[in-house]
């Protein structure tokens, strides 16, 4: 098999450990190119590529994280991660992890850890990789390697349900949140919601959106049944998506253009978070971004045009 032959046949995976530990589709994919590059230009072949390659994207996937951290502490609002629609790696012994792994709650989770941390949850929790394996791709002993660990799930398991498992009823969930976002019912979207249900928005200060955060059954489905319906006369249409796993869905304006998207996540048969990212930034990879300014304008000349 050519060097070629091999990355490709583990780009997938490269992808999925670099996007968790980055939370970043377009910085995950710079890490596995330079992992090619780094990759190609070596004059020998390692014993494993596997091993080799997943601990070069790993340290380059650190070093960028560590650098990102700057900038995510003055980010402006709520930090979510660019919304990926579909993970290229695919194990079926490890479909539930893989999927929980890359929800925008375990995501947002994860960067309360240390890069280091991070690194090692992901190569362990989410890839099974073996210690002698985690060890050289972090540059530290096993044994601290093992502590490391024991910390990221410490963190990660303070802060975070087990999100519903049943695929069939999360989707007829999101169809019914959806029929009724479409249609302005506030009674039906209320009835869908936990009491303590969180709205909260990603906008990065470079886009209007909802509210950075609204909590509450009643408060929540009022706004959303208020505000999407003058979104719709405007001519914005959404596309129901599984958005990291979960339900979710990618608005857009009448030209096509992506405007933000929405990921619901589930828990004892009610939506317990809605999470949106409407910054511009962070939307690129879905295809060509939508103007929200613009957007905003319009639904409010319509509803000064209707008073």
Same mark, same amino acid.
């Given at each position: ?8 046949? #583990? ?13 970043? $589709? ?10 090619? #590059? ?9 014993? &494993?590529?596997?091993? %080799?390659?997943?601990?070069? *994207? ?16 003055? %980010? ?12 290229? %790696?695919?194990?079926?012994?490890? /479909? ?6 890359? &929800?925008? /709650? ?7 850890? &240390?890069?280091?941390?991070?690194? *090692?949850?992901?190569?362990? =929790? ?9 060890? /050289? ?12 660990? $024991? ?28 029929? /009724? ?32 955060? $609204? ?8 706004? #959303? ?8 006369? *405007? ?29 619901? =996540? ?16 962070? #939307? ?24």
């Amino acid at each position: 098999m050519s060097k070629v032959e091999e990355f490709e046949e #583990l780009r997938p995976l490269l992808f999925s450990i670099a996007y968790r530990i980055l939370g970043s $589709v377009s910085e995950a994919e710079d890490a596995v190119q330079e992992a090619w #590059l780094r990759f190609d230009g070596s004059a020998t072949r390692p014993t &494993s590529t596997k091993a %080799y390659l997943s601990a070069v *994207v790993t340290r380059i996937s650190i070093d960028v994280l560590r650098s990102a951290r700057v900038r995510r502490e003055e %980010y402006v609002g709520p930090w979510f991660p660019e919304p990926l629609l579909s993970d290229p %790696y695919e194990d079926p012994a490890r /479909a539930v992890e893989l999927a929980d792994s890359v &929800s925008m /709650a375990a995501l947002v989770l994860l960067e309360r850890l &240390s890069p280091l941390e991070r690194a *090692v949850f992901v190569l362990r =929790e989410v890839f099974a990789f073996g210690f002698g394996d985690i060890a /050289a791709a972090v540059g530290r002993s096993e044994a601290a390697c093992r502590q490391l660990l $024991v910390r990221a799930r410490r963190h990660m398991q303070a802060g975070r349900p087990r999100f519903a498992a049943d695929r069939e009823d999360r989707e007829e969930l999101a169809t019914r949140f959806f029929d /009724a976002l479409k249609n302005g019912d506030v009674g039906g979207l209320r009835n869908l919601l936990a009491a303590d249900v969180q709205l909260v928005g990603d906008g990065g200060g470079k886009a209007p959106q909802l509210a950075r955060a $609204v909590t509450g059954a009643e408060n929540v489905a009022r706004l #959303l049944g208020t505000v999407f319906p003058w979104l719709i006369r *405007v001519d914005v249409t959404f596309e129901p998506r599984e958005v990291n796993g979960q339900p979710g869905a990618i608005f857009r304006d009448r030209d096509g253009k992506v405007l933000h998207t929405m990921v619901l =996540e589930v828990l004892d048969g009610r939506i317990r978070t809605i999470r949106t990212v409407i910054n511009p930034d962070k #939307l690129g990879h879905l295809g060509p971004v939508g103007d929200a300014w613009a957007v905003d304008r319009e639904v409010k000349q319509a509803r000064r045009q209707s008073n």
